[in-house]
């Protein structure tokens, strides 16, 4: 039932900056590990970096350097802050959670979001 969004997408130049959020549909308690992914049409989903529950994050090699992921656990939100971004940058941007805790004690596992177009492009 509950299922995540993201938001922020959008046209950008190369060097621009855009700033995704990921946040739950409706109110919950909290959201686990939140991993963020990003595919072009006809390739595989690749990893963008994760963020764990208490804040560690950890990075694909191509964008460490450029990209940031953050939480607000008040907010249960996730953000992607994407520095310097390149063409290659350019694909749909998904967030992923390991765990929602929901009123009434109930938990769902592995909830994913529809996605959010980044395109960097002059």
């Known amino acids: 039932q509950v299922q995540l969004v993201e938001s922020g997408g959008g046209l950008v130049q190369p060097g621009g900056s855009l700033r995704l959020s990921c946040a739950a549909s409706?109110?919950?308690?909290?959201?686990?590990?939140v991993t963020w992914y990003r595919q072009v049409p006809g390739k595989q989903r690749e990893l963008v970096g994760t963020i764990t529950s208490g804040g560690s994050t950890t990075y694909a090699d191509s964008v460490k350097g450029r990209f940031t992921i953050s939480r607000d656990n008040a907010k249960n939100t996730v953000y992607l802050q994407m520095n310097s971004l390149k063409p290659e940058d350019t694909a749909v941007y998904y967030c992923?959670?390991?765990?929602?805790?929901?009123?009434?004690?109930?938990?769902?596992?592995?909830?994913w979001g529809q996605g959010t177009q980044v395109t960097v492009s002059s």
């Open positions: 992923n959670t390991n765990r929602v805790r929901a009123p009434g004690g109930r938990s769902e596992y592995d909830v």
């Open positions: 409706r109110s919950i308690f909290s959201i686990g590990h």
